[in-house]
């Protein structure tokens, strides 16, 4: 009885996670959809910034290129800092759900 409760916390953990990775994965497929699109459409095609944040583990590497970098490099700084809280809140939810 104890395994099938056990099984069942693990298999709706696992399904928050695919859920949330999959929104995810559209949200960062969208957003390079639509640089691409703005950057093409640009009357000012040299004129264009891009910014973003590469994760190795829990270290983040923050880029951006352009006239407007320095605004860009800021709120991928804050996306990278929301991330990591959202990580640990998500694993500690994921270890209460695993330990009752």
């Known amino acids: 009885m ?32 639509i640089m691409a699109a703005a950057a093409a459409l640009s009357p000012e095609a040299g004129a264009s910034s891009f910014g973003g944040v590469i994760f190795i583990w829990f270290f983040p590497i923050v ?9 860009l490099i800021l709120f991928a700084i804050i996306l990278a800092i929301l991330g990591l809280i959202m990580l ?12 009752s």
């Open 2 to 33: 104890a395994e099938h409760i056990e099984e069942e916390a693990e298999a709706k953990w696992f399904k928050r996670f695919l859920t949330l990775f999959l929104i995810s994965l559209i949200m960062i497929a969208a957003g390079v959809i």
């Open 88 to 99: 640990i809140v998500t694993r500690r939810m994921a270890e209460r759900t695993l330990q």
């Open 63 to 71: 880029f951006g290129v352009g006239p407007e970098a320095h605004w």
